[in-house]
């Protein structure tokens, strides 16, 4: 099925047609192993931002990518900080996305994954409180959690005084989330990256110029270069491009 403004690839071989639903879950999949993949949109000048959110950068193919790898991921890995900036909701799915999960023997949603090493976290947001899954909050031992936090989700420690990253996601996947899709924000992204353990990025580049002040979609201290080859680049008709990055 595919609705609303085409998407076509013209990397690395064209096709004839635009690209329906299942043939871009196709070309994004799941891995055969454990895969942390990180999903980000930006404009042509690296601005992670317009306003002051990535809203105003995901046109009509950002948001469709978007929901295929909801669909496709085990575990949504997203910081606090981006939790309460973007005022996330519960992660819920279409059910056409929800059919294409329990026809592949997943659950019907993913579980819900936030990082956050303060606990500055509102139990009442729609995001832990309205869950489908009963979502994960990785932090440390020394955080002290806000009345009701764990009424509406579970507490995975890693690390003394700090997140630890290695440790956390090893245990999301001893508890069978495999493929995690993160979305932010920065910090995030570049912590990440510095602890080499990004296997993948999909980044929408939106058709507009957002002008100097916003950051951009990695942030924090230096960390060394690291290949990641293009998989595949894709191009809508409202000049929306779409790139998938990632690891052998």
Same mark, same amino acid.
């Given at each position: ?104 023997? $997943? %659950?019907?949603?993913?579980? #819900? @994954?936030?990082?956050? *090493?303060? &606990?500055? !976290?509102?139990? =009442?947001? +729609? ?100 290949? $990641? %080859?293009?998989?595949?680049? #894709? @191009?809508?008709?409202? *000049?929306? &491009?779409? !790139?998938?990055? =990632?690891? +052998?």
């Amino acid at each position: 099925m595919s609705v609303g403004i085409p998407i076509g690839r013209i990397w690395p071989v064209p096709p004839a047609q635009p690209l329906d639903d299942a043939t871009l879950t196709a070309l994004y999949g799941r891995a055969d192993r454990p895969h942390l993949r990180v999903n980000f949109v930006s404009s042509p000048d690296g601005a992670v931002s317009v306003d002051g959110y990535s809203a105003g950068l995901s046109g009509e193919p950002d948001k469709r990518v978007f929901g295929l790898l909801r669909m496709l991921c085990d575990g949504l890995v997203v910081a606090a900080g981006t939790l309460r900036h973007e005022g996330y909701r519960a992660v819920r799915l279409t059910e056409r996305h929800r059919a294409w999960r329990r026809e592949h023997g $997943l %659950p019907e949603y993913p579980t #819900l @994954v936030v990082v956050s *090493g303060s &606990l500055a !976290l509102d139990p =009442a947001q +729609a995001a832990l409180a309205d869950a489908p899954v009963r979502p994960l909050v990785l932090t440390h031992a020394g955080a002290t959690p806000p009345p009701g936090l764990t009424e509406v989700a579970d507490l995975v420690r890693c690390g003394t005084d700090r997140v630890d990253l290695v440790a956390g996601l090893a245990e999301l996947r001893r508890r069978g989330l495999d493929q995690l899709l993160c979305e932010g924000g920065p910090h995030l992204f570049g912590a990440l990256t510095a602890a080499d353990l990004v296997d993948e990025l999909c980044l929408t580049v939106a058709p507009l110029l957002a002008g100097g002040g916003p950051g951009r979609i990695s942030a924090g201290p230096p960390s060394p270069p690291r290949q $990641l %080859p293009l998989r595949h680049a #894709l @191009v809508a008709e409202d *000049g929306t &491009l779409l !790139l998938r990055y =990632a690891r +052998a």
